[in-house]
């Protein structure tokens, strides 16, 4: 899987289906090179492209519960 694929995905909150956002960056180990959190920002609209993404969060990636073909779903406990 690239990165290309992680930014088309939905985040969504396996408590309450609420859309979180969508992978803007992601934190790497740079001893291990493996993915320690994606970045998401909340807004994937075009007042965030002409805005700036203001409301980025850190997911650790221990909180993801499973990567699918459209989305991401991440455990009840960290929304």
């Known amino acids: 899987m690239t ?3 992680l930014r088309r995905k939905d985040i969504i909150c396996v408590g309450d289906g609420r859309f979180l956002g ?15 959190a994606l970045i998401i920002g909340g807004g994937c609209g075009l007042s ?6 203001k409301n980025q969060t850190a997911l ?6 499973c990567i699918g ?3 991401i779903l991440v455990s009840a406990g960290c929304c």
Request: net charge negative; glycine share 6%; aromatic share 10%.
């Open 3 to 5: 990165y290309s694929d």
């Open 22 to 36: 969508r992978v803007t960056d992601l934190e790497l180990d740079a001893h291990t090179g493996q993915i320690r």
């Open 48 to 53: 965030s492209v002409f805005h700036g993404e």
């Open 60 to 65: 650790a990636f221990q909180q993801i519960a």
């Open 69 to 71: 073909d459209d989305v």
